[in-house]
């Protein structure tokens, strides 16, 4: 069950073109990731926090 989530996953971003794959769930991530790198599909697969982490770089006030 878990494989065939898996190719559903990939296959849903492949569709997209997405190049970075956000998630909130750090199984999901690491299963995506494992997926996507199977599938020889070229994206990075982020927790959200990581994703806000890098959209407020900069932006911090001393």
Do not use: F, S
Request: hydrophobic share 45%.
């Amino acid at each position: 069950m878990a494989a065939r989530l898996q190719r559903r996953k990939v296959a849903a971003i492949a569709r997209t073109g997405a190049t970075i794959v956000v998630t909130a769930n750090p199984g999901c991530a690491m299963q995506v990731t494992a997926g996507l790198r199977e599938a020889g599909y070229r994206a990075t697969v982020k927790h959200l926090v990581e994703l806000l982490d890098e959209a407020y770089e900069g932006n911090a006030k001393p």
